[in-house]
């Protein structure tokens, strides 16, 4: 079922969070739904026929989905070069002298600025698509390469090549300073809090750190890293309490089933 009920939301064009809104759940819960690690109650599968006009049992019938409709990812994320000119930009003013700051170390904080962010809100923050290569996660080159190419343009960015360590080290340095008002607040903070913890790090530093990282693990070499995988994600790497946020889901959606407790219930226990 998992897969159709992905597909019906796509296809109704709605987030995970307005469907979990729409069913009274937390984004938790909802997402734990799409992805079968959680069963959905009675009254949730009603809830969820109903929104996307479907019967229970074509919601809960896999063969249906074959007689028309696709199947399609599960990451919600929208390439936005604009952001990402901005925190290239940004990571440059901030630490762009630092001499272990190469092409490779710029790779995978990009990647941990947008895969955190998802962990931790549910969006990415430039909307790149990683994929998975040996040394670990690298932006898809359609996209990153057309961003660079109208930077160096217009006279942002300028890019050489160095002896670093005995190696050839690519490194940018910014002509500019990043826009203000691109970032919000919540992505701004997402960008210092992975600078503080990883920039100092060496190429093969930061290498083998992302390759602990179970996005990247789970992935096949050359293929696009799905973005939904931050959810399997384990300290340190995941950005949030799962099981507190699963207990409070449970807890939620069991006060929204039964209703609130009498009050004489809840004086008895509080004189507990």
Known sequence: MVHHIITLRKKHSLSQQEVADMLGVSRATYSDIERANREGSAIELKKLAELFEVSM????????????????????????????????????????????????????????????????????????????????????????????????????????????FGKKQKRYVALTNHEMGVLNEREKSMVDEVLAKLAHMSATDIKNYVHLDIPWRETKEKDIIPYHLVFERQIPFSQRDRSRDMQVANVIDVEKELGPSPQEEQDYYSNL
């Open 57 to 164: 049992e074509n919601l809960l019938e896999p063969e249906w989905i074959s007689t028309g409709l696709q199947s399609v990812p599960t990451d919600e994320v929208i390439f936005d070069s604009r952001k990402l000119k901005n925190i290239l930009l940004y990571i440059l003013e901030t630490c762009g002298g630092r001499p272990n700051l190469g092409e490779t170390v710029l790779y995978k904080l990009l990647y941990f600025i947008d895969f955190d962010m998802f962990d931790k809100y549910g969006s990415s923050v430039t909307g790149l698509s990683y994929v998975n290569q040996q040394y670990g996660p690298v932006p898809l080159q359609q996209q990153y390469n057309a961003v660079i190419e109208a930077m160096i343009d217009q006279g942002y960015l300028k890019i050489f090549t160095q002896e670093y």
